[in-house]
């Protein structure tokens, strides 16, 4: 029997892959470098912590205080830094071995922390989180005709982007002890003061802007706010997750979130997943089986 845990954490993960590729689709309208990147985070940010501040005072939520308010900034610095270097990676055209190593390392990081903190969650899900990753690996990394050769220094963005996120989810579940709403709206303080210093010091260091005067492209604005609806949605659910079951469960099924963003990427861009692909997402419904039992 499904978990509640588990559906809302698949639930995040339909929608975390669209934010991906919207965020992806976003950062290639913006040039594809720093600062055009940035824009595109600091944009859908901004409007994903305006919505969550107005649902929160709306319901009547208190505003978090100690841990769990440290930990909700700290998730949204290292979810800021993280989105930004993984959606240089997306948009340089490497979509899927990007989305593979930052899959696993997303889902890899919080199970172990879990298994540590929450003890062994039986040899049945271990098996199933393996499985996990293996599919997730078929899914994102499948050969593609339309990709492009992926570089050494946008393979370490894909690493350094997936140990991020890996950190983000754990923090995010110490921050989910504050409720929902609040936790992600304080991970945006995070990520908006993160990122806007960053921009600044690249500004700074680079003088003039990358080619146009500081705001973004029409398209660039319309994908990053798709962005902030899929990808607020999705770690409203993932928090959610959290809160219902193990992390462990949550990270590992949030992960598989590059089905959907090879499967956007298919419908939009007309890059067709592989039979390997196709296979990984089958043995993606044999994982989520055996971590659900």
Same mark, same amino acid.
């Given at each position: 029997m499904f978990q509640a845990n588990a559906m809302l /954490?698949? $639930?995040? $993960?339909? %929608?975390w892959g669209g934010g991906d590729f919207s965020g992806g689709m976003g950062a290639k309208q913006a040039g594809g470098a720093v600062r055009g990147t940035l824009r595109v985070v600091l944009t859908s940010h901004a409007a994903s912590f305006c919505v969550l501040v107005t649902i929160a005072r709306i319901v009547g939520d208190r505003f978090p205080h100690g /841990?769990? +308010?440290y930990w909700g900034v700290l998730a949204g610095v290292l979810g800021g830094l993280s989105l930004t270097g993984f959606y240089i /990676? +997306? @948009? *340089? !055209?490497a979509m899927g071995i990007s989305a593979a190593i930052s899959g696993l390392l997303a889902a890899a990081i919080p199970a172990a922390i879990s298994i540590v903190r929450e003890g062994f969650p039986g040899w049945l899900r271990i098996v199933g989180f393996v499985i996990a990753g293996a599919s997730i690996w078929m899914i994102a990394a499948g050969d593609n005709p339309e990709a492009k050769p992926? @570089? @050494?220094g &946008? &393979?370490? %963005?894909?690493?350094l982007s997936g $140990?991020?996120? !890996?950190l983000y989810f754990t923090a995010l579940k110490f921050a989910g002890v504050a409720g929902i709403v609040w936790p992600m709206a304080t991970a945006r303080i995070g990520s908006l003061s993160t990122c806007s210093l960053v921009l600044l010091g690249t500004m700074l260091a680079g003088g003039r802007n990358e080619g146009h005067p500081g705001w973004l492209p029409r398209r660039a604005v319309l994908w990053a706010l798709s962005t902030a609806v899929?990808? =607020?949605s999705g770690n409203l659910l993932f928090i959610a997750s =959290? *809160? /219902?079951g193990r992390l462990d469960v949550a990270a590992v099924l949030a992960s598989l979130y590059p089905a959907s963003t090879i499967l956007l990427a298919a419908w939009m861009l007309h890059e067709w997943p592989t039979r390997r692909q196709g296979l990984g997402m089958l043995v993606a419904a044999a994982a989520v089986v055996m971590i659900t039992l």
């Amino acid at each position: 029997m499904f978990q509640a845990n588990a559906m809302l /954490a698949l $639930a995040a $993960a339909v %929608l975390w892959g669209g934010g991906d590729f919207s965020g992806g689709m976003g950062a290639k309208q913006a040039g594809g470098a720093v600062r055009g990147t940035l824009r595109v985070v600091l944009t859908s940010h901004a409007a994903s912590f305006c919505v969550l501040v107005t649902i929160a005072r709306i319901v009547g939520d208190r505003f978090p205080h100690g /841990a769990p +308010l440290y930990w909700g900034v700290l998730a949204g610095v290292l979810g800021g830094l993280s989105l930004t270097g993984f959606y240089i /990676a +997306l @948009s *340089r !055209g490497a979509m899927g071995i990007s989305a593979a190593i930052s899959g696993l390392l997303a889902a890899a990081i919080p199970a172990a922390i879990s298994i540590v903190r929450e003890g062994f969650p039986g040899w049945l899900r271990i098996v199933g989180f393996v499985i996990a990753g293996a599919s997730i690996w078929m899914i994102a990394a499948g050969d593609n005709p339309e990709a492009k050769p992926v @570089s @050494s220094g &946008t &393979t370490w %963005l894909a690493i350094l982007s997936g $140990a991020g996120f !890996g950190l983000y989810f754990t923090a995010l579940k110490f921050a989910g002890v504050a409720g929902i709403v609040w936790p992600m709206a304080t991970a945006r303080i995070g990520s908006l003061s993160t990122c806007s210093l960053v921009l600044l010091g690249t500004m700074l260091a680079g003088g003039r802007n990358e080619g146009h005067p500081g705001w973004l492209p029409r398209r660039a604005v319309l994908w990053a706010l798709s962005t902030a609806v899929l990808d =607020t949605s999705g770690n409203l659910l993932f928090i959610a997750s =959290t *809160r /219902a079951g193990r992390l462990d469960v949550a990270a590992v099924l949030a992960s598989l979130y590059p089905a959907s963003t090879i499967l956007l990427a298919a419908w939009m861009l007309h890059e067709w997943p592989t039979r390997r692909q196709g296979l990984g997402m089958l043995v993606a419904a044999a994982a989520v089986v055996m971590i659900t039992l």
